[in-house]
Nanobody, 123 residues
């Protein structure tokens, strides 16, 4: 059974840090592009950061550049999103997703999705 499970969400103060994890089971992440997406209440889901399976190239949304870092650990079959300098507008449900097409950070190219993890930014 193919499954992605996110963890690491929670409450963080503005300026704080949090690391999200995405663990895969039933398939090997090595061969998939992995993306982190988020959806805030009343907003469309948006791509936050994605990492290629081919060459490890990364994409970041302008709103998170310089603050977030995506990485993958193929030995652990996991992908991580390190989030620093959190802002209130970062509050959302964060999803990880896997794509066999390695075509960038368009959510419609991703076949497998986790259930999401809630991140709240509040003082």
């Amino acid at each position: 059974q193919v499954q992605l499970v996110e963890s690491g969400g929670g409450l963080v103060q503005p300026g704080g840090s949090l690391r999200l994890s995405c663990a895969a089971s039933g398939f090997t992440l090595d061969y998939y592009a992995i993306g982190w997406f988020r959806q805030a209440p009343g907003k469309e889901r948006e791509g936050v950061s994605c990492i290629s399976s081919n060459d490890g190239s990364t994409y970041y949304a302008d709103s998170v550049k310089g603050r977030f870092t995506i990485s993958r650990d193929n030995a652990e079959n996991a992908v991580y999103l390190q989030m620093n300098s959190r802002k209130p507008e970062d509050a959302a449900v964060y999803f990880c997703a896997a794509s066999s097409h390695d075509g960038g950070c368009n959510q419609y190219g991703y076949e497998y999705w986790g259930q999401g993890t809630q991140v709240t930014v509040s003082s």
